[in-house]
């Protein structure tokens, strides 16, 4: 599917989950997957920050970039972190030459397999509630085009995000974002049964999560749940294409 085409199409569903069933997960993890599709990226996550402005990763579109995520939060260093703090764009960035920025961060993404990194804030109105890592294997400049419908989709998922929460009050806000965060935890423990069940890589297992998800038309957060609950076969799972 051309770009422009799938990125509308991204639009459209992001747009139908405010007004369906809202689930931030599912809202942030199509983004992070579409980024991945639709544009020059190769991996993408999306950290949101709690109430009490601490970044948790609620999404990504690989277990390196799983795993990179959470380095970040854990170091308190690396582009994400710091389009968080700035509210700023950080793109273009050339891992090999950025040692000196992030001494920590910059050679374990090295080691994972990329060589140049972009985030972008969810901002709006002077407000930034989290931050879009894209993360690419190739050294070189991603598109400004590519850097412009990254920021878009960002916008989309963050008028999204603030304007489900304005219609809360806050102890509904923070018992959505701690199920947000607990349902990370199901995700991570149904990738783990679904790689021990089917004998592979924990991307795999997590591709097979939103095959079945999709293809269901159920919540990524209710198939993980089923798999954990063992209501669900990890067997049974549609396998992603």
Request: net charge negative; with cysteine; charged share 20%.
């Amino acid at each position: 599917m051309p770009r422009e085409s799938l990125i509308i199409r991204t639009l459209v569903e992001l747009a139908d989950n405010l007004v369906d069933r809202f689930d931030i997960i599912d809202i942030l993890t199509l983004m992070s997957d579409r980024c991945v599709e639709a544009l020059d990226v190769d991996a993408a996550g999306v950290l949101l920050a709690s109430p009490g402005g601490e970044l948790q990763l609620v999404a990504s579109s690989s277990e390196s970039m799983r795993v990179l995520e959470l380095f970040q939060i854990q170091t308190n260093e690396g582009p994400c972190v710091d389009c968080y703090h700035s509210g700023a764009p950080v793109v273009n960035v050339a891992l090999g030459e950025a040692n000196g920025r992030w001494p920590l961060f910059a050679p374990r993404a090295i080691a994972h397999g990329f060589h140049s990194v972009h985030s972008l804030p969810l901002r709006l109105r002077g407000r930034t509630i989290g931050a879009l890592n894209l993360f690419r294997t190739s050294q070189g400049p991603m598109e400004d085009d590519d850097v412009a419908a990254a920021q878009g989709l960002a916008h989309v998922a963050t008028i999204a995000i603030l304007q489900h929460r304005a219609i809360l009050d806050a102890t509904t806000l923070n018992e959505q974002l701690d199920h947000a965060l607990t349902s990370r935890i199901v995700i991570e423990q149904a990738k783990g049964i679904i790689a021990e069940a089917t004998h592979c890589e924990m991307d795999q297992a997590f591709g097979r999560l939103r095959a079945h998800s999709r293809n269901h038309n159920e919540g990524l957060t209710g198939v993980a749940s089923a798999v954990v609950a063992g209501t669900l076969s990890a067997n049974d799972l549609d396998k992603a294409k």
